[in-house]
């Protein structure tokens, strides 16, 4: 069997409703498996309006607004009509890449016909409760995770540090690497852009410190706002640059009145806000990969991160940027200010991270995906 032979289910409890890193990665898979010609079906809750175009023909999953995250939806089962279009549809292989109501009841279902089922992890949802001062749930969390992922023929994740973290909490034992690329002609040093820096308050000597991605607690905000406070009482000079949305935002702003605001951005505006800051902070253990920390690195930024998974497997201490211990905020403002006065090394550590990202080139990435599905499809069948 090759590629362009299979027939692939694919689950999502967010396809195409909000603009994150595993949206954007599911989607690109789906335009490559399209491209092999292959056949996709995707299933998801979906929306009237979505922010964006979605890859390939979607079957929309039942499903309802999470309370005070309304532009995320859960899908709640699949349904006597959802069930009818997955068995016309004869999948060779399920894939579901959240671990929701809806994903379990098709893993189940794919199990009852013993078609392979493949499980891509794209954050560390174990680690959500803490975010929400409900920590004490992280252990139930991390077993119901494993229940499921347990009865998988595969797992999937974006980073080593993560398949080692998957290992540790056995979930599963045929575990793969699917990476994360990145759009060249959009993060790169070129796009740093001194005209748009001026047009925001920030002159040539500021180190302009910034933040990247969706404002949600599970980013770490908190800890990044008490990095830049205890920056500013060390008496080091810094502004600050956010770039994203979010339903923290309000919350956010008042922790950090003086931070310029970009809001949410696109396309090569993102290249260009990413590119005209200095270095960037991220201070998150929730993601498996950090598409944010390459998207720095490819623009030439040096980076800040918390040494968990994704980032350590991205950040080279002392080389492209710099690890930190998560949570220990007095470490993140020493490694900042390191780079306020030292501009050589800066530049040094910025060169260093754009070489490193050269190497992540989206079609290569999603051929091991094809991979792993046509092995165990493969295996199946011999």
């Known amino acids: 069997m090759e590629i362009a032979d299979l027939r692939i289910a694919l689950f999502s409890g967010n396809y195409a409703m909000t603009v994150d890193g595993a949206n954007k990665a599911l989607n690109r898979l789906v335009e490559y498996l399209l491209r092999q010609g292959a056949t996709v079906r995707v299933y998801s809750p979906t929306i ?13 999953l039942p499903s309802f607004a999470i309370p005070g995250r309304s532009e995320y939806r859960v899908p709640t089962w699949l349904g006597a009509r959802v069930e009818a279009d997955l068995a016309a549809f004869a999948p060779d292989v399920v894939h579901i890449s959240s671990p929701d109501f809806a994903a379990r009841e ?12 493949v499980a891509s992890v794209h954050t560390r949802f174990e680690t959500y409760p803490r975010y929400y001062h409900l920590g004490f749930l992280e252990p139930a969390m991390e077993a119901w995770l494993r229940k499921l992922y347990r ?9 080593p540090s993560m398949i080692g973290t ?18 060249h002609a959009i993060f790169n040093p070129s796009r740093r852009d001194r005209t748009w820096r001026h047009s925001l308050g920030f002159s040539d000597d500021d180190l302009v410190i910034g933040f990247l991605g969706r404002l949600v607690l599970e980013k770490g905000l908190d800890v990044f706002a008490e990095v830049l406070a205890a920056l500013g009482r060390t008496g080091v000079p810094h502004k600050v640059l956010v770039i994203g949305e979010g339903p923290a935002r309000s919350a956010f702003e ?3 009145p003086d931070a310029c605001f ?12 990413v590119a005209s800051m200095d270095v960037l902070l991220n201070p998150s253990v929730t993601e498996t ?27 080279e201490d002392g080389v492209n940027g710099f690890l930190v211990p998560p949570g220990e ?9 390191r780079y306020a006065g030292d501009l050589e090394l800066r530049r040094r550590h910025g060169e260093a991270g754009a070489e490193k990202a050269r190497a992540f080139e989206w079609d290569a990435i999603n051929r091991a995906v094809a991979d792993t599905y046509l092995r165990l499809v493969n295996a199946r069948r011999n």
Do not use: H, Y
Not at 289 to 312: H, S
């Open 48 to 60: 009237d309006k979505p922010p964006f175009e979605p890859q390939g023909e979607l079957v929309s």
């Open 106 to 117: 098709a893993a189940r279902w794919a199990r009852d016909r013993d078609i392979p089922v």
């Open 151 to 159: 009865r998988c023929d595969a797992l999937l994740t974006p980073s």
């Open 166 to 183: 998957l290992r540790e909490q056995r979930m599963n034992d045929d575990i793969g690497l699917w990476s994360r690329g990145v759009e």
């Open 254 to 256: 008042e922790k950090m």
């Open 262 to 273: 970009v809001g949410f951005q696109n396309g090569e505006n993102l290249g260009r806000a």
């Open 289 to 315: 990969f950090g598409n944010v920390t390459l998207e720095a690195m490819a623009c030439g930024v040096p980076v800040v991160a918390a040494d968990a998974t994704g980032a350590a497997s991205l950040v």
């Open 329 to 337: 905020v007095g470490a993140f403002a020493e490694r900042l200010s």
